[in-house]
């Protein structure tokens, strides 16, 4: 008992004598005890969640038609000489024309706040290159987000982008095989 006393009192000792050392969770560059961490400064990171579809189709029609005709009977004295004249022309034109387009797009880019507005209003922008063997995908979006649209998960749907551009540009063999060729091309010129 008497060496349980003793071992206590040198524990008891040596908590009031010695520093106590310990880390806090908060540092100088926490923003918050409760907050989050959603971007809302320049320089934060924000995952842009693109789901765009869009479906265009435009169809026209037209219908033109012109007809004339004249008619003369004989010449009758000096004129005689003439025969039945009659002259007739028809002219017809139509055509049809149909156009359809779908384009759907589903990605995740991850972008930085260039800049906050006065308004709270975040300006992004991200960029993505990807090198494949010899072909160059770049990817870059840009636009303003507000802060309440950004999900738990610090990400925002590419619907909730205001002035929302995005890019997708790609070099190397596969975009030249996607081109049309010298000779397609001189036909479209002339037609």
């Known amino acids: 008992m008497r060496q349980s006393?003793?071992?206590?009192?040198?524990?008891?000792?040596?908590?009031?004598?010695?520093?106590?050392?310990a880390d806090s969770l908060w540092s100088p560059n926490s923003r918050s005890l409760f907050a989050d961490r959603k971007a809302r400064a320049v320089g934060d990171i924000v995952t842009i969640v693109v789901v765009q579809a869009t479906a265009t189709s435009h169809k026209a029609a037209h219908s033109t038609s012109k007809k004339l005709g004249a008619e003369a009977g004989p010449g009758l004295g000096l004129l005689s000489f003439f025969p039945d004249l009659s002259l007739e022309a028809e002219r017809g034109n139509s055509g049809t024309g149909t156009s359809t387009e779908t384009t759907a797009l589903t990605d995740r880019i991850t972008a930085r706040v260039t800049a906050v507005m006065p308004n709270g209003t975040?300006?992004?922008?991200?960029?993505?290159?990807?090198?494949?063997?010899?072909?160059?995908?770049?990817?870059?979006?840009?636009?303003?987000?507000?802060?309440?649209?950004?999900?738990?998960?610090n990400t925002v749907l590419s619907s909730d982008v205001a002035d929302l551009e995005l890019l997708w540009t790609g070099k190397g063999p596969i975009d030249a095989k996607q081109r049309p060729g010298l000779i397609s091309r001189l036909l479209d010129l002339l037609w």
């Open 122 to 153: 975040l300006r992004i922008e991200g960029t993505r290159s990807v090198k494949l063997k010899k072909d160059h995908l770049e990817c870059v979006v840009r636009g303003l987000i507000r802060q309440e649209d950004i999900h738990f998960d």
């Open 5 to 21: 006393i003793c071992s206590t009192a040198i524990a008891l000792l040596a908590m009031v004598c010695l520093p106590a050392a």
